[in-house]
């Protein structure tokens, strides 16, 4: 893979806690932060810690890095938290289809597979990488990610 440059941005997307980011990007060469763009999508994610070692959030990587960030609104809402039932279509994926809907909807109990996570992805599939700003908007229906993945 090539290294990060104005032509060639690397895009992170920041899923949970932010400590494995952080730690991250203060890991990697200082000249290329400018290069790379972390993108988040929840409040949960950006100030999560469930123990005392997560320390680092959103803010942080704010402050303490030269690289772009862009934040989407929470994935949750439509597609990427419906019930195990609007799921059942991805069991028929070749290759990865069940193992797919098992992590969704693990439990038998489980209400909702929540792949609110795999909601930044999408907005980086359907903007081609190309976003601009600090902020911006995804709000798939499950149609159009079955139409995407069909």
Same mark, same amino acid.
């Given at each position: 893979?090539?290294?990060?440059?104005?032509? @060639?941005? #690397?895009?992170?997307?920041?899923?949970?806690?932010?400590? #494995?980011?952080?730690?991250?990007?203060?890991?990697?060469?200082?000249?290329?932060?400018?290069?790379?763009?972390?993108?988040? $999508?929840?409040?949960? @994610?950006?100030? $999560?810690?469930?123990?005392?070692? #997560? !320390?680092? !959030?959103?803010?942080?990587?704010?402050?303490?890095?030269?690289?772009?960030? $862009?934040?989407?609104?929470?994935?949750?809402?439509?597609?990427?938290?419906?019930?195990?039932?609007?799921?059942?279509?991805?069991?028929?994926?070749?290759?990865?289809?069940?193992?797919?809907?098992?992590? #969704?909807?693990?439990?038998?109990?489980?209400?909702?597979?929540?792949?609110?996570?795999?909601?930044?992805?999408?907005?980086?599939?359907?903007? @081609?990488?190309?976003?601009?700003?600090?902020?911006?908007?995804? @709000?798939?229906?499950?149609?159009?990610?079955?139409?995407?993945?069909?």
């Amino acid at each position: 893979m090539p290294c990060p440059s104005a032509n @060639n941005r #690397l895009i992170l997307i920041c899923a949970g806690p932010m400590e #494995l980011c952080w730690w991250g990007i203060d890991a990697a060469d200082d000249n290329k932060e400018q290069y790379v763009t972390v993108l988040s $999508h929840s409040g949960w @994610n950006d100030s $999560h810690a469930d123990t005392a070692q #997560l !320390t680092h !959030t959103w803010s942080d990587i704010e402050r303490d890095f030269a690289v772009r960030v $862009h934040r989407i609104n929470d994935q949750n809402p439509l597609a990427f938290h419906s019930p195990c039932n609007d799921w059942t279509w991805v069991k028929g994926l070749t290759g990865y289809g069940p193992g797919l809907y098992d992590t #969704l909807c693990a439990a038998p109990s489980q209400k909702a597979g929540d792949a609110s996570d795999a909601g930044m992805m999408w907005y980086l599939i359907a903007k @081609n990488g190309a976003f601009q700003g600090a902020t911006g908007t995804s @709000n798939p229906t499950m149609s159009a990610v079955q139409a995407f993945f069909r």
